[in-house]
Nanobody, 123 residues
Framework: QDQLAESGGGLVQPGGSLRLSCAAP????????IGWFRQAPGKEREFVAA????????YYADSVKGRFTISRNYAKNTVTLQMNSLKPEDTAVYYC????????????????WGQGTQVTVSS
């Protein structure tokens, strides 16, 4: 059963930007690590970025460093993934997830997942 809800996906041209948002209806992110993963057709799910709600720390995959930014909105209880300088290889379904293990890129450490939102980068 999905516990999280993503929004903000869509179609964008190479070099463009998109902002994804992750919410947890009826829950709080307090004490959790919120991560973003993505899965392209025919490929395994891969880690993108994570935010530690308690320490404000962030952690990125090398492939998105300098282009993506993960941040929190405490008042709205959401975590945002700002994606800039998008490339066609960023095309994937993006998932947000919540867990309790910090600085891990392994999806098995995240117990709560959303349904995903499609991001397509194409001209």
């Amino acid at each position: 059963q999905d516990q999280l809800a993503e929004s903000g996906g869509g179609l964008v041209q190479p070099g463009g930007s998109l902002r994804l948002s992750c919410a947890a209806p009826g829950r709080t992110f307090s004490s959790y690590v919120i991560g973003w993963f993505r899965q392209a057709p025919g490929k395994e799910r891969e880690f993108v970025a994570a935010h530690n709600w308690g320490s404000y720390s962030t952690y990125y995959a090398d492939s998105v460093k300098g282009r993506f930014t993960i941040s929190r909105n405490y008042a709205k209880n959401t975590v945002t993934l700002q994606m800039n300088s998008l490339k066609p290889e960023d095309t994937a379904v993006y998932y947000c997830a919540a867990g309790t293990v910090w600085a891990t890129s392994e999806s098995r450490h995240y117990g709560y997942w959303g349904q995903g939102t499609q991001v397509t980068v194409s001209s």
